[in-house]
T-cell receptor
Framework: DQQVKQNSPSLSVQEGRISILNCDYTNSMFDYFLWYKKYPAEGPTFLISISSIKDKNEDGRFTVFLNKSAKHLSLHIVPSQPGDSAVYFCAAFYDGGYQKVTFGTGTKLQVIP | KAGVTQTPRYLIKTRGQQVTLSCSPISGHRSVSWYQQTPGQGLQFLFEYFSETQRNKGNFPGRFSGRQFSNSRSEMNVSTLELGDSALYLC?????????????FGPGTRLTVL
């Protein structure tokens, strides 16, 4: 049972344009959400997070939006750069429970120069 | 400050064998989590250790086990390897279990089971 879903396995975007990565979750207990970026042969690195009490969080070119009623979050990257090409994982967390941090299956972003 | 290190980086084993993977967390981090990454499955949580105690365990068979030492270093063991155990095993450390946005991952150990 995949509680965090990233339905797009891949995404291609032109350099300078906006990249939008989507993530859906099913467990309403989740109260904290994170995005990670992963390059080949490296572990994931933390990118940005959002608490369920907010609906938006920005950090430079990266903005995460949370729609709790729809159980949906998205990561916007503006403007996209070739160095952003990586696999992006969304993850959800609530303190307690069987699984601590639940990850999605990842979306591979390719930014075309 | 040195990052999370994992050894070995690559491992090839045959079915039925057992394997031990090692993880050294960032200095000062006392929480260590292990994940399995396979194509199409994302990162699946294996277990989490904090102060030498297993705090959480994911939905994996008992062949998967782990431990944490007093210096916060952690090992995971997989016994009676199966072909489906081929995966990237990632270790992550954080200062304490609740500080997930300060969780840093190691580069992983790529395990291939033949």
């Amino acid at each position: 049972d995949q509680q965090v879903k990233q339905n797009s396995p891949s995404l291609s975007v032109q350099e300078g344009r906006i990249s939008i990565l989507n993530c859906d979750y099913t467990n309403s207990m989740f109260d904290y959400f994170l995005w990670y970026k992963k390059y080949p042969a490296e572990g994931p690195t933390f990118l940005i997070s959002i608490s369920s009490i907010k609906d938006k969080n920005e950090d430079g070119r990266f903005t995460v939006f949370l729609n709790k009623s729809a159980k949906h979050l998205s990561l916007h990257i503006v403007p996209s750069q070739p160095g952003d090409s990586a696999v992006y994982f969304c993850a959800a967390f609530y303190d307690g429970g069987y699984q601590k941090v639940t990850f999605g299956t990842g979306t591979k972003l390719q930014v075309i120069p | 400050k040195a990052g999370v290190t994992q050894t070995p980086r690559y491992l090839i084993k045959t079915r039925g064998q057992q394997v031990t993977l090692s993880c050294s967390p960032i200095s000062g981090h006392r929480s260590v989590s292990w994940y399995q990454q396979t194509p199409g499955q994302g990162l699946q949580f294996l277990f989490e250790y904090f102060s030498e105690t297993q705090r959480n365990k994911g939905n994996f068979p008992g062949r998967f086990s782990g431990r944490q030492f007093s210096n916060s270093r952690s090992e995971m063991n997989v016994s009676t390897l199966e072909l489906g155990d081929s995966a990237l095993y990632l270790c992550a450390s954080s200062p304490t279990p609740d500080r997930v946005n300060e969780q840093f991952f190691g580069p992983g150990t790529r395990l291939t089971v033949l």
